[in-house]
């Protein structure tokens, strides 16, 4: 029987995504053809709390603004912070990571990031 690549990657995003976020509503992405919008919760990652100085977006983009609830957003342009886009038939593919970096210890998590965007 034949497989569809296509599924499975999608489906092991998701499990990805589960195992790193253990409460969905701990992030929110939003995007346009112009911009790309990320609020996260400091509690994203399990058993970590994130100062707003220690997580970046795609290539160190620092948190542009930080909540006193511990909410943290990143807005950026398009085609900043080494976000990749991918033009595919009639969707654009924008794709960046969220990078957590310890202060204190050698401890790292990162995240896949991904929008779809109809033209």
């Known amino acids: 029987m034949k497989s569809f690549p296509g599924l499975q990657g999608f489906l092991l995003l998701l499990f990805f995504m589960r195992t790193c976020a253990d409460d969905w509503s701990a992030f929110r992405l939003q995007c346009t053809n112009h911009w790309f919008y990320l609020r996260i919760k400091a509690t994203l990652f399990p058993n970590i709390f994130m100062d707003p100085d220690e997580v970046f977006l795609g290539i160190g983009c620092p948190v542009s ?35 957590y970096i310890s202060k204190n210890s050698t401890l790292r998590a990162e995240m896949p990031l991904s929008c779809v965007l109809h033209r």
């Open 65 to 99: 603004t930080s909540w006193p609830n511990d909410i943290y957003d990143f807005t950026y342009r398009t085609y900043s912070c080494g976000i990749v886009n991918k033009v595919l038939h009639d969707v654009t593919l924008l794709q960046t990571k969220l990078t």
